[in-house]
């Protein structure tokens, strides 16, 4: 196991995580971190009510995108690699993230 802080609201938590999933913890860590930021001042807000509205309006961003019709998502190719389109959009995602878990680490 594995400890790492996490920088959340301003406030700081350590969490444990298997050995390896460090990267991946703090990537999530960073989207709640960047989900609390778009809320604006919620310094009146007791601690654990900001973090349910943090994870109510992701898990509404994962539903909306769970349901989204088939239709509008292009198929994978055969050889199951991503489209251009589909892995410029992700390298850009990786970016952001990597971008996002630097600062928190510093």
Do not use: W
């Not at 790492?4 to 991946?24: D, F, M, P, Q, W």
């Not at 539903?63 to 850009?92: C, F, T, V």
């Amino acid at each position: 196991m594995s400890n790492i802080t996490l920088s959340i609201g301003g406030r700081s938590y350590t969490v444990a995580c298997a050995e390896g999933e460090e990267n991946h913890v703090r990537s999530l860590g960073s989207m709640i971190n960047t989900k609390v930021s778009s809320m604006g001042d919620m310094s009146v807000q007791a601690e654990t009510r900001m973090l349910l509205f943090a994870a109510l309006l992701l898990a509404d961003e994962l539903h909306e995108a769970n349901n989204q019709p088939r239709s509008s998502q292009s198929p994978a190719p055969a050889d199951g690699e991503p489209s251009p389109e589909m892995a410029g959009m992700l390298a850009q995602l990786a970016s952001r993230l990597e971008n996002l878990a630097e600062r928190l680490e510093s």
